[in-house]
């Protein structure tokens, strides 16, 4: 005769409850602070908006808001300027130096990260110091000499310039990025018969992608907001960049307001968009080199 067995109960630990969530006043502190502090950066850029669509007949009202949206600043704008030369000649020039940038700055700071080279803590000062220097006090001698080069008015002595002055900074956080990656890596890729130069392309250069895209974003955003060296280098209008462009809306004694803030939001939007997709590398590379 078969004798049936009661089935065990299924013993269970003690059920957690969920830890009660406590106020505190020190969070909602902090975060009213930060939402205040965003809504004053971003007050300007709110007036901006407001102000390209506004129409031409209230642009002296004092109501912060307009009574109806001018879309047609936008198209005036571009029609009655060069305001599309002046954009593809800034998407030329901060596109060109950022290039120009990253050949040379790649290879100094490889150089100078991986070789233990008489002179290496004089040359990184240098690259420092040259940080510095100021554009506008150096805009006398570059025009001097671009002027007798007869380059004057040209894409390629923009870009060279930007170019200039951008390399010592690209240097800088390369050196730090590329120092801080393992050169066992590289020596482990040596060792299965890869050359130096294809271990560098190989295994160093895609762990320092995020060094290399704060080098990028930062030269490339420089360059577009430059302006002293585009007033100064340039004197065609169809030859200015966007910033020396923008500007021309401010006369001797009128200011087309509505036409330079529509300018100034067409201005902003290419580096935004550009900035919101690599934000992330762009943070990533500024805190290079800080842990070991």
Not at 90 to 117: C, D, I, N, Q, S
Not at 220 to 230: D, K, L, P, S, V
Request: glycine letters at 6%.
């Amino acid at each position: 005769m078969a004798t049936a067995t009661a089935a065990r109960p299924k013993t269970t630990g003690p059920s957690r409850k969920p830890p009660k969530r406590t106020f505190r006043p020190r969070t909602l502190v902090i975060a009213v602070v930060a939402w205040g502090i965003a809504a004053l950066f971003l007050a300007p850029y709110l007036e901006m908006i407001i102000t390209a669509l506004r129409p031409k007949s209230e642009l002296r009202d004092r109501t912060y808001l307009p009574s109806s949206l001018d879309w047609s600043n936008f198209i005036d704008v571009w029609k009655e300027s060069e305001l599309g030369q002046n954009l593809q000649v800034t998407l030329l020039v901060a596109g060109g130096a950022t290039v120009l940038v990253l050949l040379v700055a790649l290879p100094a700071a490889y150089y100078t990260a991986r070789m233990k080279f008489r002179g290496r803590k004089i040359f990184l000062l240098l690259v420092l110091v040259t940080q510095m220097f100021q554009p506008t006090a150096l805009l006398i001698g570059l025009y001097r000499e671009f002027y007798q080069l007869g380059m004057l008015n040209s894409i390629w002595t923009l870009i060279i310039t930007n170019a200039a002055f951008n390399l010592a900074f690209a240097v800088w956080i390369l050196t730090a990025y590329i120092g801080s990656i393992p050169a066992e890596l590289e020596e482990a890729a040596m060792v299965d018969g890869t050359s130096r130069f294809g271990a560098m392309i190989r295994v160093t250069l895609p762990l320092a992608l995020p060094g290399v895209v704060t080098a990028l974003i930062f030269t490339f955003i420089t360059t577009w907001n430059e302006f002293a060296m585009g007033l100064t280098l340039t004197t065609d209008p169809a030859s200015q960049p966007l910033t020396v462009g923008i500007n021309n809306f401010i006369g001797a004694y009128t200011v087309q307001w509505n036409y330079l803030f529509a300018a100034s939001v067409v201005a902003i939007v290419p580096v935004v968009i550009l900035f919101a997709f690599i934000e992330r590398h762009v943070v990533s590379g500024l805190t290079a080199g800080s842990v070991k």
